[in-house]
């Protein structure tokens, strides 16, 4: 009897594999958190053989890199789009930390990962690094606006940001519980009590 072989794999022919792969990437990030992924598992899910994945991402560091890039990416873009009609100064500052809430609540693995889950990527990944500092510079907008020093205005977005990425990943492990309904108005208190400190 002749034995039948197993059907080979078709190649990748949906799009850019590259682009499926990251898409892959966040979809495990968002259900499972980063430590779910593995190369074989994105292989499966994009339907091509796991060394195949190795043409485009060296190795999974690489992957995850692109990933938390792809994060900030997203999370920029909200960031622009609630401080675009806001005055810089205190407006600004307070549209923005609500802003990042409102991401973490909305993607809260991707969140989680992104602001810490691998803190050192980003000074072996430039792009990823200019995507981090590009969110800082918005918050540093925004204390430029408030007539801040300049020698103290990045200084002063470092901490406010780091203060509320802290407060959000509290509030996503549920270690700081906020009823849904209130959870803008609490953050737009805190965002505020904080930039006045800052003062």
């Known amino acids: 009897m002749r034995r039948q072989t197993a059907p080979k794999r078709a190649a990748f022919r949906h799009?850019?594999?590259s682009e499926a792969l990251l898409e892959a990437a966040l979809r495990h990030i968002e259900a499972h958190g980063a430590d779910s992924i593995t190369m074989r598992d994105l292989a499966h899910d994009t339907g091509v053989n796991h060394r195949a994945i190795y043409r485009y991402f060296p190795d999974k560091e690489t992957l995850l890199a692109d990933a938390a890039e792809r994060c900030w990416q997203e999370y920029i873009t909200r960031l622009r789009r609630a401080t675009s009609n806001t005055p810089p100064g205190e407006p600004t500052l307070v549209a923005a930390g609500i802003a990042m809430?409102?991401?973490?609540?909305?993607?809260p693995n991707h969140f989680l990962f992104a602001t810490g889950a691998y803190p050192g990527l980003e000074a072996k990944y430039p792009k990823l690094e200019a995507a981090i500092m590009a969110t800082l510079q918005i918050f540093a907008i925004g204390f430029a606006g408030?007539?801040?020093?300049?020698?103290?205005?990045?200084?002063?977005?470092?901490?406010?940001?780091a203060t509320l990425q802290g407060i959000v990943s509290q509030i996503l492990h549920r270690r700081l519980r906020l009823a849904p309904a209130h959870?803008?108005?609490?953050?737009?208190?805190?965002?505020?009590?904080?930039?006045?400190?800052f003062m």
Not at 146 to 153: K, L, N, Q, R
Not at 183 to 197: D, F, P, R
């Open 101 to 107: 809430y409102r991401y973490g609540r909305d993607n």
């Open 183 to 197: 959870a803008t108005e609490w953050m737009t208190g805190v965002c505020t009590m904080l930039v006045k400190g």
């Open 146 to 161: 408030t007539g801040m020093a300049p020698d103290i205005v990045v200084s002063r977005a470092a901490v406010y940001t």
């Open 15 to 17: 799009g850019n594999l």
